[in-house]
């Protein structure tokens, strides 16, 4: 399964830097050529010699230890690397990788790569709950930096609680995984819509909604990841846009509507998850309307329905719609869906504390033409969306076997 593949694993200080020569070994007995870099802390629960033995490499410790002067290699490996591991991860080395720390050869490498990167954090309870190592926690994964989860019981300081190393086992199956996903998407064609468009009154004043983009954007930067070719259609947005991913910037409904159908038709799948205006005025000012009376009324008038419109010049395409609503979700979402031909449909209720806009959660239930399919607790945006691809990763499978 990972044959070919270069893996950084970087070992940081905690009693659990002893479970990583087994991780190692598993690494490489699936092929994967394992290159090691410890923290000096890490040296003082398991001998390097180990690890070199078992990678068949050099063991970096020290960043001003250039052993080859053809590279510098903290960006060698840096660059050499398919995937990093970090495991165990202490919550000293999550805090660097958060602060963008560079003052040794862990932390160092972690700041100059652009691969992806695989953290198993291992700390006692209440560090792992303290709120500084749950926000640069959470800060990391916004970045794209993935988690797997610590296991709960007896740990090593006598306390019994969650921070345990996930086993070595659990690990090679992330590892895995990883690289399933990442090649899962590979050559299709994705468009996702983003943020809020904007109708304008005149040139200073437009109506528009709440929308941050954010859902958008981890849908979106969650599907370059698993290798897709994403072209993203944003209007209004709070945040930065994704890396790895073609930007087309929009502002009304119409022209979000002539860029989706622009790359509509060799599309695999589209996710619209932008909040487009369903009205727009009438007739817009060229010059600034000026304050004249009690009262200024506003005639308006339909938009486009970009979502009905892909309904119904779909072929082959994986069409994904969005529902934010404050009442009968279901009801609302099922109606949605059929209407506009969707193949699923994501719904939320806004009104719910963290499903709501500018926030980095949602809580979310996805739906296909038989009903509900999965219901999402509160999550981080970014996870919702890896769900979502999953299934659309399923979808796309079904069709390309004709079921």
């Given amino acids: 399964m990972l044959r070919g593949k270069t893996i950084v694993l970087g070992i940081s200080g905690g009693i ?21 870099i410890m923290t000096e802390a890490a040296a003082k629960f398991i001998a390097p010699l180990t690890l070199q033995t078992l990678s068949r490499h050099q063991v970096y410790l020290d960043t001003f230890d250039e052993r080859d002067p053809g590279v510098v290699s903290h960006i060698d490996l840096a660059d050499s690397a398919d995937l990093v591991v970090v495991a165990p991860a202490t919550a000293n080395i999550i805090a660097k990788m958060a602060g963008g720390l560079a003052d040794d050869m862990l932390s160092t490498t972690l700041l100059a790569t652009t691969a992806p990167v695989l953290v198993a954090p291992a700390m006692n309870v209440h560090m792992y709950a303290h709120p500084a190592v749950e926000r640069n926690m959470a800060l990391l994964a916004e970045r794209g930096v993935r988690f797997i989860e610590p296991g709960t019981g007896q740990l090593a300081c006598g306390y019994v609680g969650k921070g345990r190393l996930a086993e070595p086992e659990e690990i090679v199956l992330a590892v895995r995984s990883w690289f399933t996903q990442s090649a899962e998407l590979a050559g299709r064609k994705i468009v996702v819509t983003a943020g809020g468009t904007v109708e304008r009154l005149d040139p200073v004043r437009y109506l528009t909604n709440d929308s941050s983009g954010k859902m958008g954007f981890a849908v979106a930067e969650a599907a370059a990841l698993r290798g897709a070719d994403v072209t993203l259609i944003a209007a209004r947005t709070s945040d930065a846009p994704p890396e790895g991913v073609r930007l087309v910037r929009v502002e009304s409904a119409e022209q979000m509507l002539q860029a989706v159908l622009a790359e509509y038709e060799d599309a695999d799948v589209v996710v619209k998850a932008a909040a487009v205006a369903d009205y727009r005025p009438v007739a817009r000012s060229v010059n600034k309307i000026k304050k004249s009376g009690e ?62 806009f500018n926030v980095d959660t949602n809580i979310v239930n996805i739906y296909g033409p038989q009903g509900l399919i999965e219901t999402l607790p509160l999550m981080r945006k970014r996870e919702a969306a890896d769900r979502l691809l999953t299934l659309v990763a399923a979808k796309l499978a079904e069709k390309e076997r004709g079921e």
């Fill in 16 to 36: 659990a830097a002893y479970k990583a020569a087994a991780l190692c070994s598993k690494l490489k007995q699936e092929g994967a050529d394992v290159r090691v």
């Fill in 295 to 356: 009262r200024l009324v506003l005639e308006l008038e339909r938009t486009a329905d970009i979502l009905q419109t892909l309904g119904e010049r779909k072929t082959h395409q994986v069409l994904v719609g969005f529902a934010a609503e404050t009442e009968r979700l279901e009801h609302y979402a099922m109606d949605k869906l059929q209407r506009k031909n969707c193949d699923f449909l994501v719904a939320n209720d806004v009104s719910r504390e963290g499903a709501g």
